[in-house]
């Protein structure tokens, strides 16, 4: 999202963060009406229409809001929130397939209630952010999931090979309403700010069948738990609840006591220990179990490298070999996951199914996917994985070169790697290494 942020929505947040970083235990009791000013409000719609996104319940789209009048619209939704009349809509529930075959939930509000919850995203992000932990990576600022990485990769060079490599049981459904509130509560008092967080947090869910009735549940009110992903609001939700776990890991005296260091991204995490894994596992249980969350045992377990290897993030960590020394060291490379899920994506954009498309969309959309899987990974020696996704993408996109044209297959003579590369313009991963200290070629 290439937005910049309005200089008066700037100082307002700015305001808001130095008095929480330069006051821990200070409350903010007048929150409410900078969620429905103008300026915020106008601020959260641009950034709700640069995410585009698709239709809530309502039906309504970007177009049709463009077409009603934006100010118009604005203005009505102003007056809703100034007179506290403003009621969320169901939250329409889609699901987006995992790469264990599974389907993830994800809530798609309305345009209007999510510009209202990125309206108080905006707002409340600032005095949280104060108070987020360092050990806490996702949806935020100048952080990022490779951030994360990095610090992983540090804690094991130094001296911390046993992991408690940790899974949560669907950590968005199984956050608790009544102590998210409380964590929200120990610094807004604005009471009105809080009924609209409990609003958004009991909202019904709607999804269609396969027959195309639609169903509403009530899941979240009645059972007092949940947080829909694809809401703008949660990602600052989770990390709030998730800090609970990381300061009490510390100030409970595990960190010191085990040497025993927290990496937290969303609702992933490693322990990275010096020692005593397995002290470290049962007391992770314990503090997941008082905060209601539920450890996925099938999934966690203790890590003692070098013997072994864990994933974390896209990346397995372990023992890797120089090519140039053989040398051993502990590193990190591209999962094998991560390799095959790309490669899967790749076949999908180059089926028989795209043969309508023309050359420049086909290698325009693999150069974007595999330029964008590329950014990501960058760490340690990624030209074996490099190297096996560039051959996925010239052998698929030979094999659609054929069905498009009807040329009989393997048609190497037709195609050869030069035309694919720089005739086509299908991008070279391997050639990126070369600025990489620390890939190998």
Same mark, same amino acid.
């Given at each position: 999202?290439?937005?910049?942020?309005?200089?008066?929505?700037?100082?307002?947040?700015?305001?808001?963060?130095?008095?929480?970083?330069?006051?821990?235990?200070?409350?903010?009791?007048?929150?409410?009406?900078?969620?429905?000013?103008?300026?915020?409000?106008?601020?959260?719609?641009?950034?709700?229409?640069?995410?585009?996104?698709?239709?809530?319940?309502?039906?309504?789209?970007? !177009?049709?809001?463009?077409?009603?009048?934006?100010? /118009?619209? #604005?203005?009505?939704?102003?007056?809703?929130?100034? +007179?506290?009349?403003?009621?969320?809509?169901?939250?329409?529930?889609?699901?987006?397939?995992?790469?264990?075959?599974?389907?993830?939930?994800?809530?798609?509000?309305?345009?209007?209630?999510?510009?209202?919850?990125?309206?108080?995203?905006?707002?409340?992000?600032? =005095?949280?952010?104060?108070?987020?932990?360092?050990?806490?990576?996702?949806?935020?600022?100048?952080?990022?999931?490779?951030?994360?990485?990095?610090?992983?990769?540090? #804690?094991?060079?130094?001296?911390?090979?046993?992991?408690?490599?940790?899974?949560?049981?669907?950590?968005?459904?199984? =956050?608790?309403?009544?102590?998210?509130?409380?964590?929200?509560?120990?610094?807004?008092?604005? %009471?009105?700010? #809080?009924?609209?967080?409990?609003?958004?947090?009991?909202? *019904?869910?709607?999804?269609?069948?396969?027959?195309?009735?639609?169903?509403?549940?009530?899941?979240?009110?009645?059972?007092?738990?949940?947080?829909?992903?694809?809401?703008?609001?949660?990602?600052?939700?989770?990390?709030?609840?998730?800090?609970?776990?990381?300061?009490?890991?510390? $100030?409970?005296?595990?960190?010191?006591?085990?040497?025993?260091?927290?990496?937290?991204?969303?609702?992933?995490?490693?322990?990275?220990?010096? +020692?005593?894994?397995?002290?470290?596992?049962?007391?992770?249980?314990?503090?997941?179990?008082?905060?209601?969350?539920?450890?996925? !045992?099938?999934?966690?377990?203790?890590? /003692?490298? *070098?013997?072994?290897?864990?994933?974390?993030? +896209?990346?397995?960590?372990?023992?890797?070999?120089?090519?140039?020394?053989?040398?051993?060291?502990?590193?990190?490379?591209?999962?094998? $996951?991560?390799?095959?899920?790309?490669?899967?994506?790749?076949?999908?954009?180059? %089926?028989?199914?795209?043969?309508?498309?023309?050359?420049?969309?086909?290698?325009?959309?693999?150069?974007?996917?595999?330029? %964008?899987?590329?950014?990501?990974?960058?760490?340690?020696?990624?030209?074996?994985?490099? /190297?096996?996704?560039?051959?996925?993408?010239? $052998?698929?996109?030979?094999?659609?070169?054929?069905? $498009?044209?009807?040329?009989?297959? *393997?048609?190497?003579?037709?195609?050869?790697?030069?035309? #694919?590369?720089? %005739?086509?313009?299908?991008?070279?991963?391997?050639? /990126?290494?070369?600025?990489? *200290?620390?890939?190998?070629?």
């Amino acid at each position: 999202m290439n937005l910049t942020t309005p200089l008066s929505v700037q100082k307002l947040q700015k305001a808001l963060h130095d008095k929480a970083k330069g006051s821990p235990s200070l409350r903010f009791y007048a929150l409410y009406d900078k969620v429905y000013r103008k300026d915020v409000l106008a601020f959260a719609y641009e950034c709700c229409k640069a995410n585009k996104g698709a239709a809530g319940v309502d039906g309504q789209s970007f !177009e049709g809001i463009e077409e009603y009048g934006v100010e /118009r619209w #604005l203005d009505e939704l102003t007056e809703e929130l100034k +007179g506290r009349t403003y009621r969320p809509r169901p939250v329409r529930r889609v699901y987006i397939p995992k790469p264990d075959g599974k389907q993830r939930p994800l809530g798609v509000p309305t345009i209007r209630d999510r510009t209202v919850e990125t309206a108080a995203v905006l707002v409340l992000e600032p =005095i949280f952010e104060a108070d987020l932990q360092p050990e806490q990576y996702a949806y935020r600022r100048d952080r990022s999931a490779l951030d994360a990485v990095k610090h992983v990769h540090k #804690l094991i060079n130094t001296g911390h090979g046993e992991i408690v490599d940790a899974d949560l049981s669907g950590y968005f459904d199984s =956050i608790p309403h009544a102590e998210l509130l409380q964590s929200v509560a120990r610094r807004v008092v604005d %009471g009105a700010m #809080l009924h609209l967080i409990k609003m958004w947090l009991e909202a *019904p869910v709607e999804e269609t069948d396969e027959y195309g009735k639609k169903h509403r549940s009530t899941r979240n009110r009645d059972e007092g738990r949940g947080t829909p992903q694809g809401a703008p609001i949660s990602p600052l939700l989770s990390n709030l609840y998730m800090r609970r776990f990381v300061l009490g890991w510390k $100030k409970l005296g595990h960190e010191k006591r085990g040497s025993a260091y927290i990496v937290n991204y969303a609702d992933d995490l490693v322990i990275c220990c010096r +020692g005593n894994a397995e002290e470290a596992l049962a007391a992770m249980r314990d503090i997941m179990r008082k905060l209601k969350l539920t450890v996925n !045992e099938t999934k966690t377990r203790v890590c /003692r490298l *070098p013997e072994e290897k864990f994933d974390f993030l +896209g990346y397995t960590f372990g023992r890797c070999y120089s090519p140039k020394t053989g040398r051993a060291y502990m590193g990190t490379v591209p999962s094998k $996951k991560r390799v095959i899920r790309i490669c899967e994506a790749i076949s999908s954009e180059t %089926g028989r199914n795209k043969t309508l498309l023309d050359q420049e969309t086909v290698v325009g959309t693999l150069n974007r996917m595999m330029t %964008g899987w590329a950014n990501y990974f960058c760490l340690g020696p990624v030209s074996k994985a490099y /190297r096996a996704v560039e051959r996925h993408a010239r $052998k698929r996109l030979r094999q659609w070169l054929c069905a $498009k044209h009807k040329v009989s297959w *393997p048609a190497t003579k037709q195609y050869p790697e030069a035309a #694919l590369h720089d %005739g086509l313009g299908l991008v070279r991963l391997t050639t /990126r290494t070369r600025s990489f *200290p620390w890939a190998t070629s």
